[in-house]
């Protein structure tokens, strides 16, 4: 991963040439502003189609094991992207049999031609659609976010960078009660820290009341910058991504015949592994 590559693949992440209307990047949907993710419910593609899924934020996405919102065997940045750029139901950025007329046009443009000679140096016909993915790949995995209030404090043993609340709020995450450390785990508060440990798979993905299917447990990292909230952007705050944990907490602890009932009717919204007290 050189300085050249990484160079050429954010020049990359940002060209509308990649796409099948000329107007559209993967920054179109992973916007820096928001943790380059987007804010708006469900993605767009450059045809105008919905997508089913709400654009993920690339930050720290070096790290992840998996990626996509439901899929456990994309395990690579560069398979994944295949996904954004050839898909045709919806379509995404529109590549699919455009390749080499995109490469050409790119060949064809004096700096772009520079810029893969020296990121690629030694291949005489550097401009390649496999280039143009490791070059993108590369760029993303400089996408690292670290030293927040709370790196400081946990890492740097700097007792101030957190507020009096705001320690409140991380014992509560952390607490057997609220539960929340259980899936949101390890340096980005994903479901992969356990992978790591050796259980590959399914221990990225759970069910947190949202969908009958298991959603891949994503970083709290940026998080205030991530809005809305859920594979289909359910939420628009984290206010209500935090009413929605209460009302599956309210389920498991109350006894009271009208809470049963709730919880009853709530069932397939519970939250699994966590024992009902
Ligand atoms: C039309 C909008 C759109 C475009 C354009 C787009 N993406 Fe995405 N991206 C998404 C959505 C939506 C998801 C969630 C996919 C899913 O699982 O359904 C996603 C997921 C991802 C992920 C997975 C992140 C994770 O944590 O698992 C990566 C990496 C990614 N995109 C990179 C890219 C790159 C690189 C490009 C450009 C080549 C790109 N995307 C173009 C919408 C888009
Ligand atoms: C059983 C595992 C589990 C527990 C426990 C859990 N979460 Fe989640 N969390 C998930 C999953 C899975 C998603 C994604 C669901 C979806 O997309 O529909 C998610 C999504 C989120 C999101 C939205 C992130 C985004 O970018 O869309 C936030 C914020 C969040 N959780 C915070 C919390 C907090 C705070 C707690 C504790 C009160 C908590 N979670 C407890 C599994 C869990």
């Not at 005489?124 to 709370?150: C, M």
Request: charged residues 20%; glycine residues 10%.
């Amino acid at each position: 991963m050189s300085g050249a590559k990484v160079a050429l693949g954010e020049r990359l992440f940002f060209e509308r040439r990649l796409s099948v209307s000329g107007q559209y990047s993967c920054a179109s949907c992973h916007e820096p502003a928001h943790s380059f993710a987007q804010d708006r419910p469900v993605a767009i593609g450059a045809t105008g189609e919905a997508l089913p899924h709400n654009a993920m934020a690339l930050v720290n996405v070096a790290y992840n094991i998996s990626f996509g919102w439901m899929r456990p065997r994309v395990r690579s940045l560069e398979a994944q992207m295949l996904e954004p750029m050839l898909n045709e139901h919806p379509v995404e950025l529109g590549l699919k049999g455009r390749e080499a007329a995109v490469c050409a046009q790119l060949a064809a443009d004096r700096a772009y031609a520079d810029d893969f000679a020296a990121a690629f140096p030694g291949d005489p016909a550097p401009v390649t659609f496999e280039h143009v993915v490791k070059a993108i790949a590369s760029f993303e995995r400089t996408l690292v976010s670290g030293g927040s209030p709370f790196d400081r404090y946990v890492f740097g043993g700097e007792h101030e960078a957190l507020s009096g609340q705001a320690k409140q709020g991380m014992a509560l995450f952390f607490s057997r009660r609220a539960g929340c450390s259980g899936c949101h785990s390890g340096f980005n508060f994903s479901g992969n820290w356990r992978d790591a440990q050796g259980e590959t798979g399914p221990a990225s993905f759970a069910r947190n009341g949202t969908s009958a299917r298991p959603m891949r447990v994503p970083t709290l990292r940026n998080v205030a910058l991530t809005a809305p909230y859920m594979h289909d952007g359910r939420f628009a705050s984290l206010t209500a991504v935090l009413d929605h944990y209460s009302s599956l907490g309210a389920c498991r602890s109350a006894s009271a015949t009208r809470a049963v009932l709730r919880c009853r009717a709530q069932r397939a919204a519970r939250v699994p592994g966590q024992p009902h007290r």
